[in-house]
């Protein structure tokens, strides 16, 4: 395998694979950020499907897309454009080709670029002229026919031959690339152990790319991409939704407490169910409840019955939890809910990422009913939030809300994997047997939390529910006064968790021009936007927020540093309102984007410098 | 049986009062409903604090504040979802669930016939009274055709669930029916609903005085209830009526049940059916659960209880298994598993 040129040392490189939704593009965008960071490299990944499992073949609903960014440098984002498009088909090229760096690298499977698929994907009659790539490095590779050509002698139907062609693509790039096979193949052993024949398939065909790489002329240039100079460390690589999962668990034990999960499937929250599922070996009890509303209620009953009690679930979901919900505020009961973002209103877009779930989270309860809300921010970082969620439920005795979204859920990213003795104690505030005159709503002076009793525990008898309850006793009470009185502590016990969380961090310039401000999964986005800005020269602050009820103590102190105040999240403005309404004396300017899609750090940036010249 | 049980636990149905001033109608049935239920249970050799009373709402669903056990008063038609949750986080504790009519079979059925299907061992105790009595006066599922409620003021169009046909549909495996004035049977028959491993269903026919007061009178009045209902005891023929001479055959031709009287057109006790709950074919208990008056005498007592898994514990043994073999015994195992590299 000898190279004919010396590889080209670039610092980071965005590669998309895309094609129809059975064409098993995930499979190889996985293969190859594993790959990637198994050589060391940061990455950050992007997959984005289609709702339906095969939508129509060869439309562009249809395509399936998986963006990795790796480089020599931390690596913040997906990357907001390609430097290498793999297009299986014509359709792929259509609905990516406006997320192309200018000049880059397109390997097209010219067997599918047929007179038929070009019609399907809208093109007249070459996509190549129409979408203005003649200069761009276009690489017209018959995959289709090589793969048939690579396994005509195994004797497969051709449904699983031509299920293999994706390893044909992904050997071209592992070439252009100088990476090695290996991990892939180690993958085929351990993922098919009992069909040799589709081990040996996939082989033949990712070699066989990988040697037709090599050969044709039009890719005379590799490249390299360096290790990444990263902390040291042992390092894998997560996804958002196994990193929820494992956070749970990880509370659960410091906790000492079994974690019990009752979930319904939903569209991108079950991945988190389906890891969890797993876990039987860490003692989680998984409940794969009738509907969305049994999901939180068996959560529920299992918190009154003493275990750390989650459920997962996305924003429809969340609507039908939302009586229940505030079942668990009266009750005042530990609860996780985690809420996987998607883009709605009512089924809207299920596989796509969004923000919007911010005011029904704060607020889609009747009555006064407060929860404790985090958000995490990074696919990684869900493992601390889903974490922290938990040590808030159980040491406050309340109902918290973790937000993440779908772009968190799917994305992948190296993770620095911690020692539990690394985490926080979690000490819940089960009340000990022989505790002499136990009231149910008897409560701890400084944070307001009240005694968990747990059923089964002599002497500490008791009853409670949705009616509103007698301040100490826990009785039910129509009592006016109480009425009021309950509802005040019930803020004012959210409330206090202020003091138990860390202050409001700005990165980049601590006071200046302009701020910007961010919750949740945008931070990756908005980091590299303020980083680049300050290269340019520009001053500006990062200020993004993972607590967002309660806010953390600092906030107006931050905001006041700064002349201007740009607000950047995925919805119309939730955030923003939200910040006017407990800072109504700042001015805040917005960036909203409901397009189903993170934010580019272009949109950012342009966001900043136009509001410097207005 | 997991629940721990102790000879030396003396309990009276005293024990298991609250200091809660019981807030029903004067004359409603629930309150003879409760005094079965705390006589149950102070007979039941399970100590106090191993119960938890979970109800839903509707007027049933006051019960747990009455009882001195471990309540949970939840919302409307998920009683039996928050008792899965209580049963499969501690399969010790004996678990209660209080519902009604409206609250298992309109707004939380779908919980209903998924807790019978996976067979959670729970004794959900479901007051029919055939009306929404918290609302004042509503029709219900199972309100009979032509019912005139606040609601349905020219009768209502629709036809009722049978509650027992719609359990036994799902699988359930323990289905029986009281009636909340026979506190002797009720008492009975909660008893043998704990010692059920699973998910037992009873039915307690149950009058409401405000809204639908006599809903039962056909069937209850004194005179007439021997000739009305038949209690249906195993390995006892199934014959009834105040002169024990009417009893149940199956008319094979018809694949239905018939009355008969005993010692008329040459039938003999012999011929009379002969009540088995533990048979797990549903069919037979499926036409006694499905008997009206006045075609047929109205089933009370065992009708099925029929032996099966439970999901607590299946979900448990399951974790137990795959604990035992596997690698990763605590969450740093977890953290360190499968594809890992270092950075020096």
């Not at chain 1, 922290?388 to 992948?412: K, S």
């Not at chain 2, 409603?28 to 979970?54: F, P, T, W």
Request: hydrophobic residues 40%.
């Amino acid at each position: 395998m000898t190279k004919k040129n010396k590889p080209i040392e670039l610092e980071d490189v965005v590669i998309r694979f895309s094609g129809d939704s059975g064409d098993g593009m995930q499979l190889t965008g996985t293969l190859f950020s594993n790959t990637a960071a198994l050589l060391g490299n940061d990455i950050a990944t992007f997959p984005d499907y289609p709702a339906e499992i095969r939508a129509p073949q060869g439309t562009v609903g249809g395509v399936s897309g998986f963006q990795v960014h790796f480089g020599h440098a931390r690596v913040k984002t997906p990357g907001d454009l390609a430097d290498v498009l793999v297009a299986m088909n014509p359709a792929a090229l259509k609905a990516n080709a406006r997320w192309l760096k200018p000049g880059a690298m397109i390997i097209i499977d010219v067997d599918n670029f047929t007179p038929k698929n070009i019609e399907k994907a809208g093109y007249n009659e070459d996509p190549i002229k129409e979408e203005k790539l003649e200069d761009y490095n276009v690489i017209q590779a018959p995959i289709t026919s090589l793969t048939k050509r690579a396994l005509e002698d195994m004797g497969l139907d051709m449904k699983s031959v031509l299920r293999s062609k994706n390893m044909f693509a992904l050997g071209m790039i592992y070439w252009v690339f100088n990476r090695p096979l290996k991990f892939t193949e180690d993958f085929f052993k351990s993922k098919f152990k009992k069909k040799p024949e589709i081990i040996e398939a996939n082989e033949r065909v990712l070699k066989a790319g990988y040697y037709y790489a090599e050969t044709i002329e039009a890719l005379h240039v590799t490249y390299v991409v360096k290790p990444a100079e990263i902390e040291k460390g042992t390092y894998r690589n997560i996804n958002g939704n196994t990193a929820t999962a494992w956070g749970l668990i990880a509370a659960s034990e410091k906790a000492g407490l079994q974690l019990f999960v009752g979930s319904y499937p939903i569209t991108p929250a079950t991945g988190i169910l389906e890891e969890l599922a797993l876990r039987k070996n860490l003692g989680v009890i998984t409940v794969q409840a009738e509907d969305e509303i049994a999901g939180i209620t068996t959560s529920i009953g299992a918190s009154f019955a003493g275990l750390l009690a989650a459920t997962t679930t996305s924003g429809p979901g969340l609507a039908l939890k939302s009586e229940a919900l505030g079942l668990a505020v009266i009750t005042e009961l530990p609860l996780v809910v985690v809420d996987v973002q998607r883009g709605g209103p009512s089924t809207g877009l299920p596989t796509k990422t969004e923000q919007s779930d911010l005011m029904q989270v704060l607020y889609g309860r009747n009555g006064e009913s407060p929860v404790a809300v985090v958000a995490a921010s990074t696919p990684a970082n869900c493992f601390y939030y889903a974490f922290e969620a938990a040590r808030l439920a159980l040491e406050h005795m309340t109902p918290v809300v973790l937000m993440t979204d779908g772009f968190l859920a799917n994305g992948t990213e190296p993770w620095k994997i911690p020692a539990m003795s690394d985490l926080p104690e979690i000490k819940p505030r089960i009340v000990p047997e022989g505790t002499e005159d136990y009231k149910p709503y008897k409560r701890d002076p400084e944070t307001l939390a009240r005694g968990w009793a747990i059923p089964g525990t002599p002497g500490l008898e008791h009853r409670i529910g949705g009616l509103e309850k007698d301040e100490i006793s826990g009785n039910v009470s129509y009592d006016p006064v109480n009425h009021q009185v309950m509802t005040n502590i019930r803020a004012e016990k959210v409330k206090r968790i202020v003091h138990d969380i860390p202050a409001l961090k700005v990165d980049g310039e601590q006071e200046g021009d302009v701020l910007l401000v961010g919750w949740g999964s945008t931070y990756g986005h908005l980091k590299s936007a303020q980083e680049e800005l300050d290269k340019e020269g520009k001053k500006v602050g990062l200020a993004h927020f993972n607590y967002i009820n309660p806010l953390p103590g600092n906030v107006e102190d931050v905001l006041r540093k700064f002349k201007k105040i740009l607000v950047c999240e995925l919805n119309m403005g939730q955030f923003a309102g939200y910040l006017r309404m407990n800072f109504p004396q700042f001015d805040y300017h917005q960036l909203n984007k409901v397009q189903g899609l993170p934010f580019t750090v272009a949109e950012i940036k342009d966001a900043v410098n136009n509001l410097k010249e207005g | 049986m997991s629940k721990e049980t102790s000879q030396e636990v003396v309990y009276t149905p005293k024990d298991f009062k609250s200091d809660q001033e019981v807030r029903w109608c004067p004359g409603c049935g629930d309150h003879a409903i409760l005094n079965s239920v705390q006589r149950a249970m102070s007979q039941l050799g399970i100590k106090k604090e191993k119960y938890a009373v979970i109800s839903g709402i509707g007027c049933s669903s006051r019960f747990p504040y009455y009882m001195a056990t471990y309540g949970f008063h939840g919302i409307h038609g998920r009683a039996a979802a928050i008792s899965t949750g209580v049963k499969v986080a501690n399969p010790e504790l004996s678990v209660w669930t209080i519902t009604g009519d409206g609250d298992s079979l309109a707004i939380g059925g779908n919980h209903l016939i998924h807790v019978a299907r996976r067979n959670v061992d729970i004794n959900l105790l479901l007051f029919n009274n055939r009306i929404y009595g918290l609302t004042k006066g509503q029709y219900s599922p199972t309100s009979v055709k032509g019912q005139i409620t606040k609601t349905s003021p020219y009768g209502t169009v629709e036809p009722p669930f049978n509650p027992g046909e719609l359990v036994i549909g799902a699988k359930g495996k323990f289905f029986a029916r009281t009636i909340d004035g026979n506190i002797k049977l009720s008492t009975e028959i909660f008893t043998e609903a704990a010692r059920h491993e699973g998910t037992s269903v009873v039915e307690v026919l149950q009058n409401c005085v405000i809204y639908n007061n006599g809903a039962y009178a056909d069937i209850t009045d004194r005179e007439h209830k021997e000739d009305r209902q038949i209690i249906l005891r195993d390995g006892e023929p199934m014959i009834f009526g105040k002169e024990r001479d009417k009893g149940l055959i199956l008319d094979r031709e018809h694949m239905k049940l018939k009355v008969v009287k005993i010692g008329e057109n040459g039938i003999t006790e012999k011929d009379i059916l002969v009540h088995n709950s533990t048979e797990n074919n549903p069919g037979l208990h499926m036409m006694l659960v499905n008997m009206r008056w006045p075609n047929y005498p109205v089933a009370l007592g065992i009708i099925r209880n029929v032996a099966a898994p439970t999901y607590d514990m299946a979900v448990h043994a399951q974790i137990g298994k795959v604990k035992e073999s596997s690698p990763i015994k605590k969450m740093d195992d977890l953290l360190t598993s499968g594809n890992t590299w270092e950075v020096k």
